[in-house]
Structure formats: C-alpha cells, structure tokens
C-alpha cells in the first residue's frame, strides 16, 4: 500500500485539454474546501464562543467574534477547584486522562505484543486454540458487559485506582489481531536464521521482533491513546474519587449540570473551554505524528 | 500454522498468560454472568431473584417498543453508514486529484477522528439548541420546526449530523490510501480507455476500492452500532423521552438507569449474537482485517 | 472465582488497619450538581468543623439515575456507602430491598438521637415509609411541583394566576396569548401531570393501596377518565396556542419562562434558588399547582418530589453511629433552615419551618413558602405517597407516550392504553424479582 505522506508526490499524467482541467481543479477544490469547512467550522465556532460571557452563550448561542473572556474560560476551566475535596481541576483531569491514555496504550501493546509472538512463534498445541479465545472478546463492546465487569473491579478492590480504570479495557483483542498479522508477514527465514545464530526465543523477541516492530508499534500506540483518551463510560462508573476523574469524564459531568434543575447561570465558557482543552492533546497527536497514525489506522487492511 | 517456531513451552504459556487472565476476569466471566442472569429476574441489590426460563427474551421480541428501537437502529445505521461512506468518498477522490494543497486538506478531512463522542456530542447539543443553535435557525429558516428533544425526527437528524461527522475521517483515510495503492499503470491505461471522468471512476478506480469499501462497511455498521453511544447519550441528555435511541443505548437505559438485570442482559445477548453474524460475515468477505478497539 | 475474594479481603484488612486510628470516616453519594452541589458541600463542611469525631465526604456521582446504579452496583460488590440519595422514582426499589438499607427511624434510635415522626411536616412523614409508618429513608431535598408565574405578564394580561384549569382555560391563557405569551409550560409530565395528578385531586395511583402493600399484584391506575381528560384538554391548548412542550428536557422547559416567552410555568419548589439567583427580566412569584374543579371540590396535598438519604446496610457501628449524627445535624433547625433558604427545597421538619416563619423569611420571599403550604394542606387515602418497582422505567414510557401525544404521534386513548400495558407489565416483572 502506498504511503499517504507521498500523496502530493503521486505523478500526474501531463496531457488533458486545458479548460477541462481548469474546471475539474476549481470543482475539486471547491468540493475540498467545503468538506474541510464541515470539519473545521464547528469546533472554530466553539473556540471563539468561549471569548464571551456566560450570560451572552446562555442567550444567543454560539457566537462569532471575540470578546475578552477567552483567558479567563480557559484559566478557569484549567485552575478552578471544584469538587467537595476541591481536587478536581481542569489540570488534574488532564493529567488523569493522559495516565490513562498513556497507560492504557503501553499496557495494551505490551500484553497483546507478548500474546501475538506466543501465538505465531512457537508450536503450541492449543496456539489456535488461544487465538480463537482471544478473538471472541471482539463479540462484547464494553458497554454491554459494563456491569458486571464493574464487580469484578469492585471485588478486586480495584475502584479508583488507575488499575482499575485502565486493565478492563484492555481485555479486547484489537492489539493482538494487529501483532500476529504483522508478525506474519516477517519472513520466516528471520526466525530460522537466528535459530541458526543460536538465539534463544527471549532473545529473538527483543534483539530482533521488536526493533523490526518499531514503527508498527509507533502507529498503534497513536491509536491506542486516542481510544483511551476517549473513554467515559467506563471511567464514569469506576471513579467515584474526585480526584480521578478524567477530562472527558468530566466533560460528562458538566453537560449534566448544565441542563440541571435550579441552576444558576450556567458556565457554559467554562465548560467550552473545558472540552476543547479535552481534545487538543490527542488532537495534536493526530497532527504531528500523522503518517504513524494513517499507517496504524490502514496497516492490517494488507 | 506452517511457521517454524520455537518449540519451548513455558514460555508461550508465560507470554499468554496476562492476557488470558485480563480476558477471562473482564470477558468470559461478565459475558457468563450476563446470559446466566438472562434467564433470571433478579433484585437490583442482588437479594431475590427467580428464574425464569427465556421469558426475558419473549418478552423482548413480544414487545412493540422494542422493536421499534431495533427498526430505529437499522435505518440510523444504514444512514450512518451511507452518509459517512458517501461523503468520505467523494473527499478521497477530490483530495487524490489536486497536487495544490493536498497536505493541508488531508490533515483538515482527518483531525476529527480525535474528539471524544461525547465532546461532539456536546458540539451537537449546541448547534442543534432548541432556542439559539445555528443550525436550527437554518433549519427554521428553511420552515421546518425543527425541535432536539422534543421532536423523534429533529433528534434523529441531529444523532445522523454528527454521528456522520465524527466518522469520515476514518473512512476518508481509508479511501484515500485505497486511491493511493492503486498502481500509476493503471490509472494511465484507464486514461487512454476512457475519456470521461465519471466513467473512469465507476468503471476503473471504485471496482479497485471495493475491498476498502467492503471492509469499512463493516467498520461503519459497528460503528453506528455501538461507537456512537456517547453521542446518542449526550445528544438526549440521559433522558430518552419520546427520541430515539439504539439498541446499545437501550440495553444500558433498561440495565443501568432501570435496574432491570434481566431484561438488560437478555438484550446484551441478543447482541452478542449480531455481533457475531457480523463478525462472521466480515470474516468470510474480507478476510483478515481486524476493527481496532 | 474466589481468589478475588481473598484479594479484596487483604485489601479491606489493610485499609481498616490504617483508617482505625482516625476520625470515622464515612461518605454520602449524592446527584446534587452545581449550586446545590456546593451547598450540600457546605453542610457537610460545617458537620465536620463542628465536631471532631465525625468525617464526611459527599461525592456527586450524576444523575439521580446514576447515583442508584452506582450505589446498587458498589452494594452487591460491598463497597457502598454510607448514605446514599435515591430519588422518589427510586424509592421502591431501595425500599423494596430489605437489607440492603437500615431504617433510619431504627438507626437513629439506636444510635441515641431522638426520633419523633411527628416532627416532620405531615407531607413528608410517610413517602419514604414502610406500609407500617416506619420511616426508612430520611426525607433530604424535599420538593413539591407549584406553578411559577410571570408577574408581569399577568399584570399585563390584567389576570390573577388560575386557581382550576377550568378558569385557566376559560380566562387565564386567552388573556395571556393576547398579550403576547405563551400561557403555560411544565418541566416533568410524569411527575406534574401524573403523580401529582392524582395526589392534588386524591385519586388512587396504583392498586395494593398505592403500591405500599406490597409488589404482588400491583397494577397502575392511569387509564382513567380525569387523566385523559387532562391530556386531551394539554393537547387542545396546544393547538390553540396556550400550551407548548419543549421536550423531556427539563431546562429546555424552563428556559422558555427564563426567557420571558412563557408566562407560567409548573416546575419544582426546589427550582425557587436556581430562579432567584438567575436575576430574571421580569418579577416572578408562585402558588399552588391547578386542580380540576370537575375532579374534584376539594383538591389535596401534594407529593413530595426530590429525594431521600438512605443509610446503606452494612457498616460497622462506629460509622453507623457517625451516620446517626450526621442525619440528626441535617436535620436540625439551623441547617434544614439553611438548606431551604439556599436552594428552595422544603425545610422538613416542623422546628426549621417555624424557624424560617419566625426569621421573616416568608415575609422576603412568600413564595418560598408555597411548596411547604401545598405538602400541608389536607390530605387523602392517597396522598401519602406511591410504590412502584421498576418506576424509573415507567416514568421512562410515560416520557415517551407523552411525548408522542404531543407531538402528534399517537393519540391520548392509545397513549394510556400503551402505558397502562407496560407498566403493567414493568410491575408483574419486578413483582418476580422480588420473589
């Protein structure tokens, strides 16, 4: 499959008449910087909303333009304690998300690493066996085992703790299926070689698979990150310490809020800033790392 | 499998061992618990419960509402899918034909992927805002009443808007490296062969896509089915009413807003079986590839 | 899998170890967000600065929802806590567990404070009791539905606010639509136009007297004459411009009277705070929900709304006993008076309201004073309060029926006849969990 980062490289055959492709450009461009719009305009409109009062969102909606609060939302989405233990903050949610998101990217990799190479290296009886258990778990979302995976939690004393909130989303077989269908594709020549060499399978693993591994695993820790970044409901049900609540938990929380019985002039600056501030560092990731991502993201289509 | 291997066996066992023990705590052993408490009726708080044999799953299938939902669920499926499908496409072939700019729309088409449901949810509960969103004064001004929360079609529309929104990213990558793969020899010939453009799509390049299409066909009917639960959630503000909702939503309305364990559980089963004809299916026409997530 | 067990019981031992030389430390989940968050966050700051032996931490787990999901989900893993809100609609299913909570009349008793129910106010006495009158929840953050009006509005429609529907339809809303509003919106037709329904005309709700003599056999009594009168009449003035729905959102309906664009508007006594604070375009005041005069001659008190603490079985003495004193500190004068003032909810007992009248609060704000009027006014055989398993979810179907009616989907006999079903069935269902 060819790489999208050469896309603007892909050659072009030369002769066409020329008004035709005058037309074609402008119809093109123009389909572009619609879609682009579509994609964009929304989260622009959110962006400059957060510059105005509380009381002018409540109002009017969202807004273009700006007006002065847009440090002040964002400083207090950020700074300003809340809570009864006056320990969330928008800093302490973010650093929770990205324990989370880091967590369960690493651990992810590691544990359906270790499982693909066991399953496509080694001559174990029950090798397919394990596959076959392993790919089952893509039959169950989260969402509709949510609760008794909560008891088990809760049994192991596991409720707010970052283990708790990052292993059970883990149990799904995404990370595997990727490692054995890139394992298999490394020529098997690899493993008889270092057979040959004298290198024992430990050996293999690390000095061998898992540098040749590098940019795969690159690519799936992008999309690892953004997955558990993205969580809520799980995070919803197993913290109910304040002081762990992620961003997009969080986000949750003030939507409820917002549409409250008796509330007084709801912060919607605050929360606005709040949910941009829950989107731009896997944002950013996306962006910069954006050849690992579209990589990850279209690898196991070989 | 043919491939010469390692023949030592604590290690293997070793190297499968955490992720067996995950899989077993937090899916064997919840999947075992949700169709064992099928068959019963049960006190939320775990104190009574009476078995009951498949009268959970009668009940279910005898009930109009349900199916209401589950005809709900697949006409937003197949909208989701269409939609996103569609739009993604055309995107793909535009951004694949222009030199001029191409980063820059690639990076603006895929950004999106990153936002949480829940945050284009609340996104959507903005822009479809009863009193002052923008797109229901667009709508309004076009003459239609158009009401989130109060009207089944305002919210269906709404959940459609946005669900399709946050998924042509990943469908527009997909097609995009799909129009890229396709060998320059090839797209030369059909040049020659073929003048019109139009022609050329249907006739050359979409037969070459539709692996990639077949493949995410399945990513977006998964997708719509179970991915868009945070924005169905935001979107109805936990309070479903007289909106629409899908099946995944329900099974969470009826097991964790209603308490009932059993009738929750017998829908997660029915489910379990969707997702595994899906599965299936998706297995047989396109083998090996796998969804993330 | 009993390797858990063992895991979770090295886990309990070390933690009890640890926690044995501190104060007794005990939690209270609660769905009270923003400024009823912070001041339910107030009270127990002041509980703790109060005295030394006690610590609570309240946690805002969500929605009412949510919080009783939470807190069914910790109790069948053992990790609950040890108060827990449950809202009216949950009431039979905490209730309905027995086991799963300590009465709070037995808990206080025990626990040396004095109990009395007859210094509750009598609309609050029995909602969250046994069929016997045992108190086991302790009623929190009561409320009552009243009707809120535009005073301006009305001043400019030259009308007084409606008694009976009869004279709203008849005088009020013409003369409000002529003046340029919309006459009337509510926030929760299951609640408003339903429950309190039947308790403001004293209709029975359920069979098995109102659900409190037990889950067998339970059937609910909507598919009647007077309701669907009731709905056929909110459609017609609908139709006619006097009525609008905005959805099941309750802010999407109080919003519209926010706004000046609604001139009354049903909502909850406990909404008075958030009303107060919002500093409105207009002058508001309220008074009793409308009854039927064809229903009925002499309209009854309402039930209350909002939610109750139950204290969670399971704990060890000490932390029962902090438990024990943090209920008699809530329910003191002082802080019920506190609580009233804050946020609009009822003061609960007849010492903090006597307090409030004597502090000159009513004479500020006479209509906080309404939902604590309406909760005392005469009651009836069913008026007491109502209990129904599985009622989240009925309320669920209500919401969906309702809306449907209103919008044109359906029509009010098919409504009721599809409501009346389910929930009939909701019942039978929960009846076998209870076997």
Redesign the interface.
């Known amino acids: 499959m060819a790489d999208l980062t050469q896309a603007g490289a892909v050659a072009r055959p030369l002769t066409r008449p020329r008004k035709r492709i005058r037309w074609n450009r402008i119809v093109d461009h123009a389909v572009l910087i619609t879609g682009s719009l579509f994609m964009v305009f929304p989260v622009f409109m959110v962006l400059t909303t957060i510059s105005f009062e509380d009381v002018d969102i409540v109002?009017k909606g969202l807004q273009i333009g700006l007006e002065g609060r847009m440090a002040e939302n964002f400083h207090d989405a950020m700074f300003e304690a809340s809570?009864?233990?006056k320990t969330i903050t928008g800093t302490r949610m973010l650093m929770n998300s990205l324990i989370l998101g880091f967590g369960f990217a690493i651990g992810k990799i590691v544990i359906s690493m270790m499982a693909a190479y066991a399953i496509v290296y080694f001559r174990l009886r029950f090798a397919t066996f394990a596959f076959w258990i392993i790919f089952t778990t893509l039959l169950l979302p989260l969402e509709v085992r949510i609760?008794p995976s909560?008891?088990?939690i809760?049994?192991?004393?596991l409720?707010n703790t970052y283990t708790g909130l990052i292993v059970p989303l883990i149990a799904s077989a995404t990370g595997t299926f990727f490692f054995r269908q890139f394992f298999r594709s490394i020529p098997e020549e690899l493993v008889e070689a270092a057979r040959i060499d004298g290198a024992g399978p430990v050996k293999f693993f690390i000095d061998i698979l898992v540098p040749l591994s590098r940019t795969m695993i690159a690519a799936i820790f992008i999309i690892m990150f953004v997955y558990g970044w993205n969580q809520y409901l799980w995070p919803?049900?197993i913290t109910?310490?304040?002081g762990m609540f992620t961003l997009v938990r969080g986000i949750?929380?003030i939507v409820?809020?917002?549409?409250?019985?008796?509330?007084?002039?709801?912060e919607y600056g605050k929360a606005l800033a709040l949910s941009m501030i829950a989107m731009i560092p896997p944002v950013l990731i996306v962006i910069f790392f954006q050849s690992w991502f579209v990589k990850g993201l279209t690898e196991s289509d070989k | 499998m043919k491939r010469a291997g390692f023949t030592t066996v604590w290690l293997p066992i070793a190297l499968l061992l955490p992720q067996l023990m995950i899989i077993a705590?937090f899916f064997y052993?919840p999947a075992a618990w949700a169709v064992q408490s099928s068959f019963y009726?049960?006190?939320?708080?775990?104190?009574?419960?009476?078995f009951?044999g498949v009268e959970n799953y009668t009940?279910l299938l005898g009930?109009?509402?349900y199916g209401k939902v589950a005809r709900f669920t697949l006409i937003y499926t197949v909208l989701v899918t269409f939609f996103s499908l569609a739009l993604a496409l055309l995107l793909a072939v535009k951004a694949d034909a222009v030199i001029s700019g191409a980063k820059t729309y690639r990076t603006l088409l895929m950004w999106v992927y990153a936002i949480a449901p829940p945050v284009a949810g609340f996104i959507g509960l903005m822009f479809f805002d009863?009193?002052n969103g923008p797109l229901t004064q667009m709508f309004q001004a076009f003459g239609w009443d158009f009401?989130?929360?109060?009207?089944?079609t305002s919210t269906a529309t709404a959940m459609v808007v946005v669900a399709v929104w946050k998924q042509i990213p990943v469908n527009f990558i997909f097609f995009l490296s799909g129009l890229q793969s396709i060998p320059k020899s090839v797209r030369e010939a059909a040049l020659i062969d073929n003048r019109s453009a139009t022609g050329r799509f249907w006739d050359v390049t979409f037969p070459l896509l539709a692996p990639t299409a077949f493949f995410l066909l399945i990513i977006n009917i998964t997708y719509a089915l179970f991915d868009t639960f945070g924005i169905v959630d935001t979107l109805v503000?936990?309070?479903?009413?007289?909106?629409p909702v899908t099946l995944v939503y329900k099974v969470f309305?009826?097991g964790?807003?209603?308490?009932?364990l059993?009738?929750s559980s017998a829908q997660s089963v029915l489910l379990m079986l969707l997702v595994l004809v899906l599965t299936v299916f998706q297995f047989r026409l396109i083998e090996r590839r796998i969804h993330y997530t | 899998?009993t390797f858990?067990?063992i895991?979770?019981l090295?886990?309990?031992v070390s933690l009890s170890a640890t926690a044995a030389w501190a104060e007794t430390e005990i939690t209270l989940?609660h769905a009270m967000?923003?400024?009823?968050?912070e001041t339910?966050?107030k009270i127990?700051?002041d509980f703790n600065a109060s005295q030394d032996e006690y610590k609570i931490?309240?946690?805002?787990?969500?929605?009412y929802?949510?919080t009783?999901?939470?807190g069914?989900?910790?109790?069948?893993?053992?990790?609950q806590p040890n108060i827990m809100q449950v809202f009216d609609a949950g009431a039979a299913?905490v209730i309905?567990?027995?086991?799963?909570t300590v009465p709070v009349q037995d808990l206080l008793t025990q626990n040396g404070v004095d109990f009395d129910i007859n210094n509750y106010i009598s609309g609050v006495r029995y909602f969250y009791a046994d069929a016997d009158g045992k108190m086991i929840g302790m009623p929190f953050n009561s409320s009552s539905p009243i009707m809120y009006y535009n005073v301006d509005a009305l001043k400019k429609a030259g009308v007084e606010a409606p008694k009976t529907w009869e004279e709203f339809q008849s005088v009020t809303a013409p003369a409000l639509k002529d003046a340029g509003y919309i006459a009337l919106a509510q926030s929760h037709l299951p609640w408003i136009f339903t429950e309190n329904f039947m308790s403001r005309h004293n209709l029975p709700f359920a069979t098995n007297n109102n659900g409190y003599d037990g889950a067998e056999g339970t059937q609910i009594l909507v598919n009647t004459d007077a309701l669907k009168a009731h709905f056929t009449a909110m459609t017609e003035w609908k139709d006619q411009g006097f009525f609008e729905?905005?959805?099941?959102?309750?802010?999407?309906n109080q919003?519209a009277f926010d706004?000046g664009d609604v001139a009354i508007w049903l909502?909850?006594s406990?909404?008075?705070?958030?009303?107060m604070?919002?500093d409105l375009g207009f002058e508001f005041s309220a008074t009793y929900l409308p009854y039927w005069e064809s229903v009925t001659k002499e309209p009854t008190q309402t039930f209350i709304g909002g939610a109750s603490l139950f204290a969670m079985a399971g704990h060890d003495a000490a932390e029962n006993e902090a438990t024990a004193k943090f209920f008699e500190y809530l329910t003191s004068a002082d802080v019920q008076y506190y609580w009233h003032k804050e946020?609009?909810y009822v003061p609960i007992t007849e010492a903090a309201y006597e307090l409030a009248k004597s502090d000159g609060h009513y004479d500020r704000f006479p209509a906080a004073e309404v939902g604590i009027q309406q909760l005392s006014l005469p009651g009836g055989e069913n008026t007491k309060g109502y209990r129904m398993g599985?009622y989240?979810?009925i309320r669920?179907v209500m919401?969906?029926?309702?809306?449907?009616i209103?919008?044109g989907?359906t029509s009010v006999e098919d409504a009721f006849n599809?409501i009346e079903k389910?929930a009939n069935?909701?019942l039978a269902?929960f009846a076998?969990?209870?076997?």
Not at chain 1, 154 to 157: F, R, V
Not at chain 3, 72 to 79: D, K, L, Q, S, V
Request: glycine share 16%; proline share 2%.
């Open positions: 109002q809570g009864f233990t609760l909560y008891e088990a809760q049994s192991l004393g409720a919803t049900l109910t310490d304040e949750k929380q409820q809020v917002l549409s409250q019985t008796g509330a007084k002039i709801p | 705590i052993w009726l049960q006190d939320p708080f775990g104190f009574g419960s009476t009951v009940d009930n109009v509402e009863q009193r009401r989130l929360g109060a009207d089944y503000r936990s309070e479903p009413g007289n909106n309305v009826d964790f807003r209603g308490n009932d059993g009738g | 899998m858990w067990k895991a979770a090295n886990v309990a989940w967000g923003g400024q009823l968050g339910v966050n127990a700051e931490t309240p946690v805002f787990k969500g929605s929802e949510e009783l999901t939470a069914i989900a910790a109790f069948r893993a053992g990790e299913t309905g567990a027995k086991g799963a729905w905005y959805g099941t959102g309750w802010d999407d919003k706004q909502g909850s406990g909404s008075f705070g958030g009303l604070s919002k946020t609009g599985f989240v979810q669920d919401n969906r029926e309702y809306g449907r209103l919008t989907e599809a389910e069935d909701l269902r076998k969990t209870q076997g």
